[in-house]
């Protein structure tokens, strides 16, 4: 599959919970809560392991390591990927059958474990930046990663089922946890798992924040690092695949080459194609390569010239190395322009972002065609643009998720202090912060009928985004 | 696999190195070699990266996610454990199916590159240090890399076979760090399986040696680290591992239990027992059981008071408090005169060793008979084993090194062997590093014999090491 295939796929499975599939997206969740005073102290629970609690060492190595321990246990591993664990996830706490999953959840108990440490380590580096293999790095480890979580998040419920709701919220802190060290990975694919683990461990905590005696997680919420997710570390990596896939393309740069070392890079890049165990170019393409390079000679050495390259230099260029550096430079100088805009809110809906975009593409398919050279690199998307404002929405969306369960507590907090009533508008509640939501800077709309508040997401200018998008709270309060 | 199960079958395993199926251990190896002489520079080629070489990372992340690639890749999880190539590691050079070694090479590519960065990493931490499971963690990962090493063997067989010596001793150093890396690894059963895949890749250098063409490998022989296998860690580890798998030993030393804590204390050790069947199977058992109880405290008693312990507070103690203590820090202690010989090189043949092992071996038994009825046997750490791992690995490196120095006095006087090893002067002749006495070397004909000395009270055919070489003209 390629990358951007599994980028796509992931975004889908990031933006449905699978707890969700019996409400279609953009239905409003249902919420019964008792009204709950802060705990002594507001931050007694927390979402993620505590500081304190951290111990020295990277979690990623022992993320591998129940990872390895599912490839040498078969029978651990068909059991993770059963879809009873699925059916668990949307089964009523009440309806749980709490024996068999005891059972199972015991079997599961070496993988959890290692999940359980990994969430508690100081660092993550999954030792995955600057591979050489670049876009064609394999990442079959990450996907197992949702099913643990499917696992971790059927331990929260089995605990919830019995009233454990330390022991639930410990499960909740793993999964979060997890999902925040997938988001800190070296590639988007890392973020998206880390969002849709993250879209997982919401859908129990909207669970949790139910059951009587819940404590108020309103300081644990506001206390969450924001945002949440930060992609920055991927997208460095993402800017960098040409040179971590043939680090001789940084000769380019560097003064006119000799025949052999334009050799050696013309091999170098040739070489891929074993890597991959594709069929290379054959000589037709190889000749119309040629072609294509003599034609855009021309172009490519005006425009070094007009980006300050001395004519000296540029004249003692050997005629690859001339098209080569051109088209380099070309594709690095549209990616930069094309995400500079990630820092703009909104930049999905701005126009010139959307030209950045279709800018990237003409110089990846430049790259394709005067130094790369066959179909390998177009069928792995190599250097295409990638929807970034679907990967930032899909943060946006946990961000807002956070920033709307914060407003719930304050509800139940309201509450415990006024005779278990609901506010009849936001701004009655003035013990505590009422957060706006993250993605529009807007305030939540809230609204009172009878005995029920309503708590929706304010949609965001522009057009009517899709449903998956919106977020409503019914809240019914317990008396 | 609990633990004692995984080590006997590790030692099973790693006594007779697979490929060597065909020859009875302690038989002599036939090496068929071609003068050399030494490379230029003589450190061209290395049995482990080069230092230059080395990338920062933790090489166990990167070990780990091999093994990681394989959750979603049934087929490739097949091939690895494919008989196909430990019959391949078994087969002379020229009867490799090169062909069909070379695409099912290809198909594991994708991971003996991931083994390959982690063989290059400056570091190794297998986070498996401290772990409060005790001797209920488990290590069904190990297996795997036994597995892995299989492969990268027969890449190995293949590279030489090929006569592409480079690429060869690429794979044998990732073969050899990855060994190595196990030995620091925290627990002994990692150390066995790094010496069974130093065998391995043993063997591979052996008949890599024979290949015409090959170049001398006395220096890289020479640079590599003494001892090899670095079970330092592990040994420090097992000592608290028992401990840690027991929850109420720092209490014990804390001033009399109440009884409901002594009940909460028996309580942990049930569960333990439950969880690895170490508990007791019969009446029987629970009675002598008991008994040994009631043996160890009058004993305890005593010592407690001797060690400086209050003697009221020893008399407050309830029996089994005052009987667990005692066996704890006598085992505590006979761990400790045990184990610090093997910070002398060798020290395992000493014989003050035999008397502090003599010592531990009682100290593990009343442990065993207290905590497990008797039941943990092999479980409880026997250190000679290693020693002879260490030993094996490090008279194998110094018998090749003089196999090399052999090579390279042949290519420097008309292809002829030396009389005597005394006679090669160009280097240093290493001793056989058990013993510490010169390797016997006897010449008849145009066959030289290599022949590591057996020391004293150690006759296991498979510690020896012998050479018969003939030279190729």
Same mark, same amino acid.
Request: some cysteine; proline content about 9%; hydrophobic content about 40%.
């Given at each position: ?29 249902? #919420? ?12 007694? /629970? ?17 993320? /591998?390591?129940?990872?390895? #321990? ?22 009523? #706490? ?86 925040? =060290? ?7 694919? =890392?973020?998206?798992?880390? #969002?849709?683990? *993250? ?22 919420? *506001? ?42 890079? %013309? ?41 300050? *390259? ?15 550096? /051109? ?10 322009? /094309? ?33 790369? +050279? ?41 509450? +415990? ?12 509640? *003035? ?38 998008? %919106? ?9 | ?153 027969? !890449? ?136 040994? $109880? ?7 008693? !005593? ?34 005169? $045990? ?61 090749? !090194? ?72």
């Amino acid at each position: 599959m390629s990358r951007k295939l599994a980028c796509l796929a992931l975004l889908l499975l990031a933006a449905s919970p699978i707890t969700a599939q019996t409400r279609q997206p953009g239905d409003p969740i249902p #919420l019964t809560l008792s009204p709950a005073p802060l705990p002594v102290p507001s931050t007694r /629970y927390r979402l993620l392991p505590e500081p304190r609690e951290l111990e020295p060492g990277n979690a990623a190595a022992l993320y /591998y390591r129940a990872h390895a #321990l599912l490839a040498e246990q078969g029978n651990l591993l068909r059991e993770i990927r059963g879809e009873e664990w699925y059916r668990w996830l949307e089964t009523p #706490l009440r309806d749980l059958p709490l024996g068999e999953i005891r059972d199972k959840l015991r079997d599961m108990r070496p993988v959890l474990r290692e999940v359980d440490l990994a969430a508690r380590r100081r660092q993550c580096d999954w030792q995955l930046a600057g591979r050489q293999e670049g876009v064609g790095l394999l990442l079959p480890e990450v996907q197992v990663m949702r099913q643990v979580a499917v696992v971790l998040e059927v331990q929260a419920r089995y605990e919830m089922a019995q009233g454990r709701l330390p022991e639930a919220l410990h499960s909740l802190q793993t999964g979060y946890a997890l999902a925040r =060290h997938m988001g800190s990975g070296p590639t988007l694919i =890392h973020v998206l798992v880390g #969002l849709a683990i *993250t879209n997982l461990t919401d859908a129990q905590l909207d669970e949790f924040v139910q059951q009587p005696g819940a404590p108020n997680l309103y300081w644990s919420l *506001t206390a969450l690092p924001r945002p949440y997710f930060n992609p920055d570390f991927a997208i460095q990596e993402e800017s960098s695949w040409l040179e971590h896939m043939w680090p001789g393309l940084k000769r380019l740069e560097e003064g006119p080459m000799t025949t052999a070392e334009v050799d050696d890079l %013309q091999k170098a890049i040739r070489q891929t194609y074993d890597r991959f165990s594709a069929k290379g170019p054959g000589q037709l393409e190889l000749a119309a390569q040629s072609v294509m390079q003599a034609v855009a000679y021309a172009d490519a050495k005006k425009s070094l010239l007009a980006q300050g *390259t001395p004519a000296e230099q540029v004249e003692a260029m050997p005629p690859f190395q001339v098209v080569a550096l /051109y088209a380099v430079r070309a594709w690095h100088h549209a990616w930069d322009e /094309y995400v500079k805009w990630l820092r703009v809110p909104n930049f999905g809906n701005e126009p010139d972002y959307q030209k950045a975009r279709q800018k990237v593409q003409e110089a990846a398919d430049q790259l394709y065609r005067l130094v790369l +050279a066959g179909k390998l690199f177009e069928a792995l998307d190599v250097g295409k643009p990638i929807p970034f404002e679907k990967v930032y929405a899909g943060i946006g969306r946990n961000e807002r998720r956070f920033d709307a369960l914060r407003c719930v507590e304050a509800i139940r907090l309201y509450a +415990a202090g006024h005779d278990g009533k609901l506010p009849a508008a936001l701004k009655d509640i *003035t013990e505590l912060p009422i957060p706006t939501d993250s993605m529009t800077g807007k305030p939540f709309e809230y609204e009172v009928k009878g005995d029920k508040a309503k708590l929706s997401a304010p949609l965001p200018p522009g057009p009517k985004p899709p449903p998956y998008m %919106q977020l409503t709270y019914e809240i019914t309060l317990r008396h | 696999m609990s633990r004692t199960l995984a080590c006997l079958a590790v030692l099973l395993a790693a006594v007779p190195p697979l490929a060597a199926q065909t020859r009875q251990p302690g038989d002599p190896v036939p090496l068929t070699l071609t003068p050399a002489r030494l490379p230029e520079p003589s450190l061209q080629y290395r049995l482990l990266p080069g230092p230059q070489e080395l990338t920062s990372g933790n090489a166990a992340s990167l070990t780990y996610r091999t093994e990681a690639l394989l959750v979603e890749n049934p087929s490739l999880l097949r091939e690895i454990r494919s008989v196909k190539w430990i019959e391949w590691m078994a087969l002379p050079h020229k009867d490799l199916p090169r062909e069909e070694v070379h695409d099912r090479l290809r198909t594991v590519a994708l991971l003996l590159r991931e083994l390959d960065r982690a063989a290059h990493c400056r570091d190794c931490d297998w986070q498996l240090a401290g772990r409060p499971e005790g001797i209920a963690l488990l290590l069904p990962e190990i297996q795997g890399l036994r597995e892995l090493a299989n492969v990268l063997a027969v !890449r190995v067989r293949y590279e030489a076979a090929e006569g592409q010596f480079p690429e060869a001793l690429q794979a044998l150093q990732t073969g050899y760090a990855l060994a190595r890396h196990l030995s620091q690894a925290p627990s002994l059963i990692h150390v066995l399986v790094g010496g069974a895949i130093a065998s391995i890749m043993d063997r591979q250098l052996e008949e890599m040696l024979e290949q015409p063409g090959a170049p001398n490998l006395y220096w890289a022989l020479a640079v590599l680290p003494h001892p090899f296998l670095d079970p330092e860690l592990a040994i420090q580890e097992d000592e608290p591992m028992i401990e840690r798998s027991l929850p109420f030993a720092k209490r014990l030393e804390e001033g009399p239990m109440t009884a409901a804590e002594v009940e909460g204390a028996e309580r942990q050790l049930r569960q333990l027992n439950g969880r690895f069947g170490t508990g007791p199977t019969h009446i029987g058992q629970e009675i002598v059981q008991a008994w040994h $109880y009631g043996a160890a405290y009058a004993e305890a008693k !005593r010592a407690l008071v001797k060690e400086g312990m209050p003697g009221d507070q020893v008399t407050a103690m309830p029996v089994f408090q005052a009987a667990a203590l005692y066996t704890l820090r006598e085992y505590r202690r006979a761990w400790e005169e $045990y184990t610090k010989w093997f910070a002398v090189p060798g020290g395992w043949h000493e014989p003050g060793y035999q008397q502090s092992r003599k010592r531990y071996q009682e100290a593990a038994l009343r442990l065993d008979r207290l905590f497990f009825p008797e039941n943990l046997g092999g479980g409880i750490p026997r250190l000679e084993k290693i020693g002879l791992v260490l030993d094996r690995i490090e008279r194998r490196f110094a018998a090749l !090194r003089c196999v090399e120095a052999i090579q390279l006095y042949a290519a420097t006087h008309d292809g002829k062997l030396p009389a005597a090893l005394a006679d090669i002067t160009d280097v240093p002749v290493p001793p056989d590093p058990v013993t510490g006495k010169p390797f016997a070397y006897t010449v008849q004909g145009d066959k030289a014999k290599l022949d590591s000395p057996a020391p004293s009270g150690e006759e296991l055919p498979y510690q020896k090491v012998r050479y018969e070489i003939t030279l190729r003209r």
